[in-house]
Protein backbone atom coordinates (compact mmCIF):
# COMPACT_ATOMS: atom_id res chain seq x y z
CA UNK A 1 0.00 0.00 0.00
CA UNK A 2 1.47 3.49 -1.22
CA UNK A 3 2.07 5.80 1.95
CA UNK A 4 0.49 9.75 1.16
CA UNK A 5 2.73 11.94 2.61
CA UNK A 6 1.18 15.57 4.38
CA UNK A 7 3.00 18.35 5.72
CA UNK A 8 1.26 19.36 9.24
CA UNK A 9 3.72 21.70 11.17
CA UNK A 10 5.32 24.96 10.34
CA UNK A 11 8.38 26.74 11.59
CA UNK A 12 9.63 29.50 10.52
CA UNK A 13 12.44 32.68 11.52
CA UNK A 14 12.60 34.91 8.52
CA UNK A 15 13.68 38.68 7.92
CA UNK A 16 10.36 39.81 7.22
CA UNK A 17 8.56 37.71 9.75
CA UNK A 18 8.86 35.03 12.71
CA UNK A 19 6.13 32.44 13.24
CA UNK A 20 3.89 31.23 10.49
CA UNK A 21 1.33 34.13 10.31
CA UNK A 22 3.84 37.07 10.46
CA UNK A 23 5.55 35.76 8.05
CA UNK A 24 2.67 34.94 5.75
CA UNK A 25 1.05 38.79 6.46
CA UNK A 26 4.05 40.02 5.62
CA UNK A 27 4.16 37.81 2.58
CA UNK A 28 1.07 38.83 1.16
CA UNK A 29 1.42 42.50 1.50
CA UNK A 30 4.56 42.66 -0.11
CA UNK A 31 6.25 43.84 2.83
CA UNK A 32 10.55 43.23 2.67
CA UNK A 33 12.79 42.30 5.34
CA UNK A 34 15.61 44.35 4.04
CA UNK A 35 17.48 46.43 5.94
CA UNK A 36 20.93 48.47 6.71
CA UNK A 37 22.61 45.77 8.53
CA UNK A 38 22.50 45.89 12.42
CA UNK A 39 24.37 43.63 13.88
CA UNK A 40 27.92 44.74 12.99
CA UNK A 41 29.13 48.45 11.19
CA UNK A 42 29.04 47.60 7.26
CA UNK A 43 30.30 51.28 6.25
CA UNK A 44 33.82 49.73 4.76
CA UNK A 45 31.86 47.00 2.38
CA UNK A 46 30.39 47.99 -0.85
CA UNK A 47 27.41 45.99 -0.05
CA UNK A 48 25.65 47.29 3.44
CA UNK A 49 22.46 45.95 3.55
CA UNK A 50 21.07 42.12 4.30
CA UNK A 51 18.14 40.66 5.40
CA UNK A 52 18.45 39.91 9.65
CA UNK A 53 16.50 38.58 11.52
CA UNK A 54 14.61 40.80 14.41
CA UNK A 55 12.30 40.41 17.66
CA UNK A 56 14.21 36.85 18.30
CA UNK A 57 15.58 35.42 21.67
CA UNK A 58 16.82 31.92 21.67
CA UNK A 59 16.22 31.66 25.40
CA UNK A 60 12.83 31.74 24.42
CA UNK A 61 13.29 27.88 23.10
CA UNK A 62 16.38 26.98 24.19
CA UNK A 63 18.03 26.54 27.76
CA UNK A 64 20.56 29.55 28.39
CA UNK A 65 23.45 27.85 29.15
CA UNK A 66 23.13 25.67 25.83
CA UNK A 67 22.21 29.64 23.95
CA UNK A 68 25.69 31.03 25.43
CA UNK A 69 28.03 27.88 24.21
CA UNK A 70 26.03 27.55 20.82
CA UNK A 71 25.87 28.48 17.31
CA UNK A 72 23.06 31.47 15.99
CA UNK A 73 22.16 28.86 13.24
CA UNK A 74 21.62 26.03 16.05
CA UNK A 75 19.36 28.41 17.97
CA UNK A 76 17.39 29.22 14.36
CA UNK A 77 17.29 25.40 13.94
CA UNK A 78 15.88 24.75 16.95
CA UNK A 79 13.53 27.07 17.81
CA UNK A 80 12.28 26.74 14.47
CA UNK A 81 11.51 23.03 15.03
CA UNK A 82 10.08 23.64 17.94
CA UNK A 83 7.38 26.48 16.61
CA UNK A 84 6.51 23.80 13.58
CA UNK A 85 5.67 20.69 16.35
CA UNK A 86 3.77 23.02 18.29
CA UNK A 87 1.93 24.45 15.30
CA UNK A 88 0.97 20.58 14.36
CA UNK A 89 -0.15 20.29 17.67
CA UNK A 90 0.92 16.69 17.73
CA UNK A 91 1.79 15.52 20.99
CA UNK A 92 5.40 13.67 21.00
CA UNK A 93 5.32 12.29 24.22
CA UNK A 94 2.19 9.74 23.19
CA UNK A 95 4.52 8.91 19.81
CA UNK A 96 6.65 6.31 19.58
CA UNK A 97 9.49 7.88 19.26
CA UNK A 98 11.61 5.60 17.42
CA UNK A 99 8.73 6.18 14.64
CA UNK A 100 9.78 9.98 14.73
CA UNK A 101 13.04 11.40 12.79
CA UNK A 102 14.66 14.33 12.40
CA UNK A 103 16.94 15.88 9.09
CA UNK A 104 19.01 19.32 9.60
CA UNK A 105 20.28 21.01 6.72
CA UNK A 106 22.55 24.13 6.90
CA UNK A 107 25.60 25.58 4.42
CA UNK A 108 27.11 28.18 6.46
CA UNK A 109 27.11 26.83 10.04
CA UNK A 110 28.84 28.21 12.68
CA UNK A 111 31.49 29.79 11.07
CA UNK A 112 30.75 33.34 12.98
CA UNK A 113 30.25 33.30 16.00
CA UNK A 114 31.87 29.64 17.14
CA UNK A 115 34.38 29.44 14.59
CA UNK A 116 35.86 32.84 14.09
CA UNK A 117 35.56 34.19 17.85
CA UNK A 118 37.70 31.12 19.19
CA UNK A 119 40.33 31.61 16.84
CA UNK A 120 40.23 35.01 17.76
CA UNK A 121 41.02 33.68 20.99
CA UNK A 122 43.75 31.33 19.87
CA UNK A 123 45.36 33.58 18.06
CA UNK A 124 45.35 36.21 20.88
CA UNK A 125 46.36 33.99 24.09
CA UNK A 126 46.91 30.47 22.77
CA UNK A 127 45.50 26.78 22.89
CA UNK A 128 44.31 26.81 26.65
CA UNK A 129 41.64 29.80 25.40
CA UNK A 130 39.84 28.15 23.36
CA UNK A 131 36.29 26.73 25.12
CA UNK A 132 35.84 23.38 25.78
CA UNK A 133 32.83 23.06 23.86
CA UNK A 134 34.11 24.56 20.69
CA UNK A 135 34.62 21.17 18.57
CA UNK A 136 31.26 19.73 19.44
CA UNK A 137 29.73 22.92 18.37
CA UNK A 138 31.08 23.93 15.43
CA UNK A 139 30.28 20.82 13.30
CA UNK A 140 26.64 21.03 11.29
CA UNK A 141 25.58 17.81 12.78
CA UNK A 142 25.28 19.17 16.47
CA UNK A 143 22.22 21.10 15.56
CA UNK A 144 20.68 17.87 14.64
CA UNK A 145 21.30 16.45 17.87
CA UNK A 146 20.07 19.26 19.44
CA UNK A 147 16.81 18.57 18.09
CA UNK A 148 16.31 15.38 18.75
CA UNK A 149 17.38 16.12 22.52
CA UNK A 150 14.85 19.11 22.45
CA UNK A 151 12.23 17.13 21.20
CA UNK A 152 13.55 13.31 22.43
CA UNK A 153 13.41 12.03 19.15
CA UNK A 154 14.93 8.72 19.00
CA UNK A 155 14.97 7.72 15.44
CA UNK A 156 16.65 8.06 12.38
CA UNK A 157 18.04 11.32 11.98
CA UNK A 158 21.04 13.13 9.21
CA UNK A 159 22.73 16.35 8.61
CA UNK A 160 22.72 17.25 5.21
CA UNK A 161 24.18 20.31 3.45
CA UNK A 162 24.28 21.14 -0.41
CA UNK A 163 23.82 25.11 -0.50
CA UNK A 164 20.64 26.67 -1.36
CA UNK A 165 19.31 23.48 -2.46
CA UNK A 166 19.47 22.09 1.40
CA UNK A 167 15.94 23.26 2.61
CA UNK A 168 14.45 21.23 -0.31
CA UNK A 169 16.71 17.81 0.34
CA UNK A 170 15.48 18.14 3.89
CA UNK A 171 12.07 17.84 3.31
CA UNK A 172 13.18 15.03 0.58
CA UNK A 173 14.66 13.33 3.40
CA UNK A 174 11.45 13.19 5.57
CA UNK A 175 9.05 12.65 2.76
CA UNK A 176 11.23 9.62 1.64
CA UNK A 177 12.04 8.35 5.46
CA UNK A 178 7.85 8.38 6.04
CA UNK A 179 7.12 7.12 2.51
CA UNK A 180 9.34 3.87 3.10
CA UNK A 181 7.81 3.36 6.50
CA UNK A 182 10.79 4.27 8.10
CA UNK A 183 9.04 6.84 10.59
CA UNK A 184 5.48 8.54 10.58
CA UNK A 185 6.69 11.65 11.59
CA UNK A 186 9.71 13.61 10.70
CA UNK A 187 10.23 17.38 11.85
CA UNK A 188 13.51 18.31 9.40
CA UNK A 189 14.33 21.96 9.50
CA UNK A 190 17.47 24.40 7.74
CA UNK A 191 19.16 27.30 8.53
CA UNK A 192 21.98 29.56 8.23
CA UNK A 193 23.27 32.47 9.79
CA UNK A 194 25.75 34.31 7.34
CA UNK A 195 25.37 37.73 8.36
CA UNK A 196 28.89 38.46 9.64
CA UNK A 197 31.96 40.76 8.26
CA UNK A 198 33.88 37.75 6.66
CA UNK A 199 31.40 36.28 4.89
CA UNK A 200 29.83 39.89 3.83
CA UNK A 201 33.36 40.47 2.44
CA UNK A 202 33.12 37.07 0.55
CA UNK A 203 30.32 37.62 -1.14
CA UNK A 204 31.02 41.05 -1.85
CA UNK A 205 34.34 39.56 -3.62
CA UNK A 206 32.31 37.17 -6.14
CA UNK A 207 30.58 40.54 -7.25
CA UNK A 208 27.00 38.74 -7.01
CA UNK A 209 25.62 41.34 -3.80
CA UNK A 210 23.13 44.49 -4.85
CA UNK A 211 24.32 47.49 -4.39
CA UNK A 212 21.26 49.28 -3.48
CA UNK A 213 22.46 50.82 -0.15
CA UNK A 214 20.19 54.04 0.46
CA UNK A 215 16.99 51.55 -1.00
CA UNK A 216 17.21 48.25 1.17
CA UNK A 217 13.39 47.12 0.99
CA UNK A 218 14.14 47.82 -3.09
CA UNK A 219 17.14 46.09 -4.00
CA UNK A 220 16.02 42.47 -4.34
CA UNK A 221 14.49 42.83 -7.39
CA UNK A 222 14.29 39.33 -9.14
CA UNK A 223 13.56 39.18 -12.89
CA UNK A 224 13.61 43.54 -13.24
CA UNK A 225 15.51 44.97 -15.85
CA UNK A 226 17.32 46.95 -13.04
CA UNK A 227 18.68 44.41 -10.96
CA UNK A 228 22.36 44.36 -9.79
CA UNK A 229 22.27 40.99 -7.86
CA UNK A 230 20.85 39.24 -4.27
CA UNK A 231 20.67 40.12 -0.68
CA UNK A 232 22.11 38.14 1.86
CA UNK A 233 19.71 36.68 4.86
CA UNK A 234 20.20 34.74 7.34
CA UNK A 235 17.16 32.15 9.33
CA UNK A 236 15.59 28.90 9.94
CA UNK A 237 12.57 26.94 9.13
CA UNK A 238 11.14 23.90 9.71
CA UNK A 239 7.89 20.95 8.79
CA UNK A 240 6.30 18.54 10.65
CA UNK A 241 6.02 15.43 7.92
CA UNK A 242 3.75 12.78 8.58
CA UNK A 243 2.05 9.64 6.99
CA UNK A 244 -1.26 10.64 5.92
CA UNK A 245 -3.61 8.19 8.25
CA UNK A 246 -1.04 8.95 10.77
CA UNK A 247 -2.11 12.70 10.74
CA UNK A 248 -5.83 11.72 10.22
CA UNK A 249 -6.12 9.43 13.00
CA UNK A 250 -5.02 12.40 15.43
CA UNK A 251 -7.11 14.86 13.43
CA UNK A 252 -4.31 17.19 12.47
CA UNK A 253 -4.12 20.07 9.86
CA UNK A 254 -2.83 19.40 6.74
CA UNK A 255 -1.39 22.21 4.85
CA UNK A 256 -0.67 20.50 1.93
CA UNK A 257 0.29 16.55 0.38
CA UNK A 258 4.11 15.84 -0.90
CA UNK A 259 3.63 14.38 -4.40
CA UNK A 260 7.35 14.28 -5.77
CA UNK A 261 11.11 15.48 -5.35
CA UNK A 262 14.14 15.84 -7.91
CA UNK A 263 17.02 16.71 -8.14
CA UNK A 264 20.11 17.06 -11.46
CA UNK A 265 23.52 18.75 -11.49
CA UNK A 266 24.55 20.90 -14.73
CA UNK A 267 27.65 19.08 -14.71
CA UNK A 268 29.86 22.13 -15.73
CA UNK A 269 30.86 25.42 -14.15
CA UNK A 270 30.69 25.24 -10.37
CA UNK A 271 30.07 29.05 -9.93
CA UNK A 272 28.66 30.17 -13.65
CA UNK A 273 24.91 29.10 -13.68
CA UNK A 274 24.03 27.32 -17.45
CA UNK A 275 21.79 30.10 -19.14
CA UNK A 276 20.30 27.78 -21.05
CA UNK A 277 18.77 26.18 -17.97
CA UNK A 278 19.53 22.79 -18.91
CA UNK A 279 19.76 21.43 -15.43
CA UNK A 280 16.53 23.08 -13.59
CA UNK A 281 14.89 21.18 -17.00
CA UNK A 282 16.62 18.32 -16.14
CA UNK A 283 15.03 17.73 -12.47
CA UNK A 284 11.39 19.15 -14.02
CA UNK A 285 11.15 16.11 -15.73
CA UNK A 286 11.89 14.20 -13.20
CA UNK A 287 10.00 15.65 -10.76
CA UNK A 288 7.12 15.24 -12.74
CA UNK A 289 8.22 11.58 -13.86
CA UNK A 290 8.10 10.52 -10.45
CA UNK A 291 4.94 12.30 -9.32
CA UNK A 292 2.75 10.56 -12.59
CA UNK A 293 2.17 14.41 -13.12
CA UNK A 294 1.42 16.22 -16.76
CA UNK A 295 2.56 19.46 -17.43
CA UNK A 296 -0.34 21.34 -17.03
CA UNK A 297 -1.18 20.32 -13.69
CA UNK A 298 1.32 22.71 -12.31
CA UNK A 299 -0.85 25.67 -11.34
CA UNK A 300 2.05 27.70 -9.48
CA UNK A 301 5.65 28.21 -9.12
CA UNK A 302 7.66 29.26 -5.97
CA UNK A 303 10.79 30.39 -8.36
CA UNK A 304 14.07 30.42 -7.00
CA UNK A 305 14.46 33.87 -8.29
CA UNK A 306 17.71 35.20 -6.75
CA UNK A 307 17.87 38.28 -8.81
CA UNK A 308 21.32 37.43 -10.11
CA UNK A 309 20.86 38.16 -13.17
CA UNK A 310 22.04 34.73 -15.32
CA UNK A 311 20.23 32.96 -13.02
CA UNK A 312 16.84 34.70 -13.42
CA UNK A 313 17.01 33.97 -17.14
CA UNK A 314 18.53 30.74 -16.58
CA UNK A 315 15.31 30.11 -14.66
CA UNK A 316 13.15 31.41 -17.28
CA UNK A 317 14.59 29.87 -20.30
CA UNK A 318 14.32 26.51 -18.07
CA UNK A 319 10.48 27.09 -17.75
CA UNK A 320 9.55 28.11 -21.41
CA UNK A 321 12.19 25.05 -22.56
CA UNK A 322 10.06 22.65 -19.96
CA UNK A 323 6.65 23.71 -20.10
CA UNK A 324 6.22 24.90 -23.54
CA UNK A 325 3.08 27.31 -24.09
CA UNK A 326 2.31 26.43 -20.63
CA UNK A 327 5.23 28.42 -19.10
CA UNK A 328 3.11 31.74 -19.91
CA UNK A 329 -0.57 30.91 -18.29
CA UNK A 330 1.48 29.82 -14.62
CA UNK A 331 1.54 32.59 -11.88
CA UNK A 332 5.85 32.29 -10.76
CA UNK A 333 6.73 34.56 -7.63
CA UNK A 334 9.87 34.94 -5.93
CA UNK A 335 9.49 35.32 -2.22
CA UNK A 336 13.17 35.97 -2.24
CA UNK A 337 12.59 39.60 -3.30
CA UNK A 338 10.96 40.28 0.35
CA UNK A 339 13.32 37.56 2.12
CA UNK A 340 16.60 38.07 0.10
CA UNK A 341 18.63 34.91 -0.15
CA UNK A 342 19.25 32.57 3.01
CA UNK A 343 21.10 29.63 1.97
CA UNK A 344 19.92 26.54 3.56
CA UNK A 345 17.03 27.93 5.02
CA UNK A 346 15.75 29.78 1.58
CA UNK A 347 14.38 26.29 0.18
CA UNK A 348 12.89 26.07 3.72
CA UNK A 349 10.98 29.42 3.60
CA UNK A 350 9.69 28.79 -0.15
CA UNK A 351 8.13 25.11 1.63
CA UNK A 352 6.76 27.22 4.18
CA UNK A 353 5.12 30.35 1.81
CA UNK A 354 4.08 27.68 -0.76
CA UNK A 355 2.30 25.01 2.18
CA UNK A 356 0.64 28.38 2.98
CA UNK A 357 -0.26 29.07 -0.59
CA UNK A 358 -1.77 26.04 -1.05
CA UNK A 359 -4.19 26.27 2.28
CA UNK A 360 -5.29 30.02 1.81
CA UNK A 361 -5.26 29.81 -2.06
CA UNK A 362 -3.25 33.00 -2.56
CA UNK A 363 0.04 33.48 -5.05
CA UNK A 364 2.77 35.93 -3.09
CA UNK A 365 4.03 38.58 -5.16
CA UNK A 366 7.32 39.24 -6.82
CA UNK A 367 7.98 42.77 -5.00
CA UNK A 368 10.14 45.50 -6.86
CA UNK A 369 9.57 44.16 -10.58
CA UNK A 370 8.84 47.50 -12.35
CA UNK A 371 10.57 47.00 -15.47
CA UNK A 372 10.65 43.23 -16.14
CA UNK A 373 13.68 42.34 -18.20
CA UNK A 374 12.62 40.71 -21.83
CA UNK A 375 14.33 38.04 -21.24
CA UNK A 376 12.45 37.00 -18.24
CA UNK A 377 8.89 37.43 -19.88
CA UNK A 378 7.20 34.84 -18.08
CA UNK A 379 3.92 36.15 -15.58
CA UNK A 380 6.16 37.12 -12.61
CA UNK A 381 2.89 38.21 -10.27
CA UNK A 382 4.62 41.68 -10.04
CA UNK A 383 3.93 43.85 -6.79
CA UNK A 384 0.26 42.30 -5.84
CA UNK A 385 -0.81 39.04 -4.15
CA UNK A 386 -3.21 37.24 -6.22
CA UNK A 387 -6.40 35.46 -5.04
CA UNK A 388 -5.86 32.17 -7.06
CA UNK A 389 -7.21 28.15 -6.48
CA UNK A 390 -4.49 26.14 -6.28
CA UNK A 391 -4.13 22.16 -6.62
CA UNK A 392 -0.70 21.57 -7.58
CA UNK A 393 2.66 24.18 -6.93
CA UNK A 394 6.06 23.39 -7.72
CA UNK A 395 9.45 24.99 -5.87
CA UNK A 396 12.37 24.75 -7.47
CA UNK A 397 15.62 26.16 -5.90
CA UNK A 398 19.65 25.88 -7.14
CA UNK A 399 22.77 25.89 -5.42
CA UNK A 400 26.31 27.20 -6.13
CA UNK A 401 28.05 23.95 -7.83
CA UNK A 402 25.10 23.71 -10.35
CA UNK A 403 22.43 21.91 -8.35
CA UNK A 404 19.04 22.14 -9.26
CA UNK A 405 16.38 20.87 -6.81
CA UNK A 406 12.89 20.62 -7.41
CA UNK A 407 9.37 19.86 -5.19
CA UNK A 408 5.91 19.05 -6.09
CA UNK A 409 3.34 20.01 -2.94
CA UNK A 410 -0.67 19.58 -3.89
CA UNK A 411 -3.36 20.80 -1.68
CA UNK A 412 -4.61 17.89 0.50
CA UNK A 413 -8.44 16.46 -0.47
Known amino acids: MTRRVVITGLGILAPNGNGKDAYWDALINGRSGIKKISSFDPSP ?145 SSDAPIFPFAMSTFCALGILSKRNEEPEKASRPYDKDRDGMVLSEGGAAIVIEELNHALNRGA ?22 TSGRGLVTALEQALTSGKMRREEVDYICAHGNAIPSYDVAETNAFKTFFKDH ?58 ARRFSLETALINSHSVGGTHAVLVLRRYS
Open 45 to 189: FSTQIAGEVKDFDPCDYFDSKLVKRSGRFTHFGVAASKMAVADSEIDLSRENRDRCGVCFGTTIGAENDIYEGQHKKFLESGPKAVGRFTAPEFTPHITTGYICSELKITGTNSTLSSGCSTGLEVVNWGYKAVKRGEVDVAVVA
Open 253 to 274: DIYAEIVSYASASEGQDVLRVD
Open 327 to 384: AYKIPISSIKSMTGQAYAAGGGFQVVATSLCLKNGFVTPTINLDVPDPLCDLDYVSHH
